[in-house]
């Protein structure tokens, strides 16, 4: 009976991201046409809603090419080291408190560990194999550039990402992701309390997922398509997938730390039934992290990117310092 | 065999034989792939120490932050020419042949010998002792001294590093 649940709730967490990031692409068509004053996809199915399915049709039936001086295992492994990393960091995400259903109690998050925001960090810090092994297996200049560019980024802002959320632990005085969820109950969001360390985080964020104005990685104009140069069919449908699934993670985990994770302030006196209650909480959670995914888009088509030497002096002369400030003035706020 | 058991000894296989994988690849960069495997494998062999914090930092310092400059540093350089590589070693392959074969006989030694008189020790609160907090705690009262004494050596490395690294452009 053990194993049930865990498993029901992976296929629940997997289901819901893959139509999360089918519709995604979407979403982030239809705003940027709205950005460029376009109308953008619109011709299958009603209103356009239907284009992912096509999309995916069309990525499954394209011609797999693997070029000939690539190392072949490495350059297969590659994609899926990016989409397994993206989507297994959602395992310690509470998407909501727990539910009872069927006369047992149901915690929502799939892994209740004791370190889960080591994991998180863990994990996050593999990503950047996907894209490092796909650059340098595919044997080209643009995709070996867009590899180095991504290992040196990646390495620059996990650091500031990582001081960044001691702030909020601080303040928690956990690791585990329910707990600091808890701890944001009646509208005492971090957000509020840790400005600075969620400012940088944010922006931490967007570097990691290699988004605008952080892609240098990929850069089209400068790198052809970066890492992906090379990809064709569904190896690069998988970078595909995995960049909005890793949008869709970082998102949920802005949301858990700083945003009040499920919390949903005033619901619990209103006398719902708790069936409700839960719904309503794990509905929070879902509108909030939409939010700030179309944060994400939006940010994507407003600011253009940055230069290469720019974005380390960035990284190392302003995001470093500015987290470390942000544990100088939390010990001091919270010694007081 | 216990569930734990199965675990552990997929895990043992595994790392060791990513570690031999790593010395036989000629390919610096599949050498450096295994090694990422092998720390895996050993943050997999904690987690089943029930040491949730030792097995996060092994993956999240080892195989996420460090072997990612290894592969930087591989994939800058180039190390092409494995046989030229080879003309340095000479002297260098007899010594570590030697280290090598006196490791594995103080093992075998060890294990013949001294682990049959010498009962495994369990902690009682073995469970509580991988946590975050227990190691905080221990490293702030009992082992405060070379903890601090650590990070000594480590702004050290750093100053030293930065020395190094100005010294290159302004010339």
Redesign the interface.
Known sequence: MDIIEPLVKIVFIFLITLTTVAYLVLVERRVSAFIQNRIGPNRVGPAGLLQPVADIVKLFLKEDIVPKAA?KF?HSLAPLISLVVAMTTFAVIPFGNSIHLFGRDIKLMIAD???GI??I???S??G??GI??SG?SSNNKYS?LG??RS??Q??SY?LSMGLSIIGVLMIAGT?RLDKIVESQAQGMWYFWRTPISFITFVIASFAETNRLPFDLPEAEPELVGGYHTEYSGMKFGLFFLAEYANMITASAIIVTLYLGGWQLPFVGHIGLPDLAVSLLQIAAFGVKVGLVLLFFIVIRWTIPRFRYDQLMNIGWKVMLPLALANILITGVALLW | MSFEQVVFYFLAVLAAFSAVMMILQRNPVNSALYLILNFFCLGGLYLTLNAQFIAMVQVLVYAGAIMVLFLFVIMLLNLGDDRRLREHLGLRMYLGIGFSVALVLELLFIFLFRSSNSAVQQSANAAEMGTVEYVGKVLFTRFLFPFEVTSLLLLAAIVGAVILAKKKTAE
């Open positions: 190392n490495v560990v004791n370190v080591l994991y960090l863990a994990l810090s593999l950047v194999y490092t092994l340098w070996l590899g180095l290992s040196a990646m390495i996990e690791l």
